[in-house]
């Protein structure tokens, strides 16, 4: 079984935890073709398991609205049990907490600075 894949625009790795930390390799912007490929990525690492995943943005670029939209469909909450987001600073936290007032996600998902707290609470939410 494999547990680690890179797709083009994230290096993604399943722990020993059974997280997938997904990390957005720098300078990437994504678009609905690359977020398919990271969650069929997905997919594959856990055989289809739901699974907590953290997703470190603090290198990437930005993410169109049809890849935020393709994330938060119902076919994400099949396998996907919570998401926590790592973002370069509170500042960018902030925002993005106030942008997910308005656009409520179908699963648990949350922004953290600090990698410490984002595995804390989605082993939380695993338990």
Known sequence: MEDELVTRSA???L????IVRATVLPGVAQSL??????FAA?????????HALLVDIRAGQSQDREAREFYTRSEAARVI???AILVESPMSRLIG??????NKPTIPLRLFSSDEEALGWLREIRD
Do not use: Y
Request: glycine fraction near 10%; proline fraction near 0%; charged fraction near 30%.
């Open 11 to 13: 290096r993604l790795r």
């Open 33 to 38: 073709a690359e977020a398919q490929e990271n």
């Open 97 to 102: 907490n106030f942008f997910l007032g308005f």
């Open 42 to 50: 997905q997919i594959r690492l856990t055989q289809g398991q739901r």
């Open 15 to 18: 722990e020993e935890d059974g």
């Open 81 to 83: 049990r919570a998401v």
